[in-house]
Nanobody, 119 residues
Framework: QVQLVESGGGLVQAGGSLRLSCVAS????????MGWFRQAPGKEREFVAG????????NYADSVKGRFTIRRVNAQNTIYLQMNSLKPEDTAVYYC????????????WGQGTQVTVSS
């Protein structure tokens, strides 16, 4: 079973930056896409950013466009989420996820990492 291990969460003041990392336990070339989701207390999990593994094409939620950047490093089976100009409403548990080739679902999930932005 694929393991996705996130790191890089923490506490930061509004306006600050954090970088999240997610390492896959198997070659990410087996994935169609990887991405980040987040879930704030009392809210549903929402898509944040994603990247197609082969092409590197990216897409973002409107709420993070211009502030967050997703990047993949093929050789390391790793994706990063650079988060700048953080806002208190970005506070959530951030999850790494992967969608396997020929799958329509985001089927692989990490354990999550907490991001807290203070005002």
């Amino acid at each position: 079973q694929v393991q996705l291990v996130e790191s890089g969460g923490g506490l930061v003041q509004a306006g600050g930056s954090l970088r999240l990392s997610c390492v896959a336990s198997e070659p990410a070339s087996t994935f169609y896409a990887m991405g980040w989701f987040r879930q704030a207390p009392g809210k549903e999990r929402e898509f944040v950013a994603g990247t197609l593994w082969n092409s590197g094409t990216t897409n973002y939620a409107d709420s993070v466009k211009g502030r967050f950047t997703i990047r993949r490093v093929n050789a390391q089976n790793t994706i990063y989420l650079q988060m700048n100009s953080l806002k208190p409403e970005d506070t959530a548990v951030y999850y790494c996820s992967a969608k396997k080739i020929k799958s329509t679902n985001w089927s692989e999930w990490g354990q999550g990492t907490q991001v807290t932005v203070s005002s």
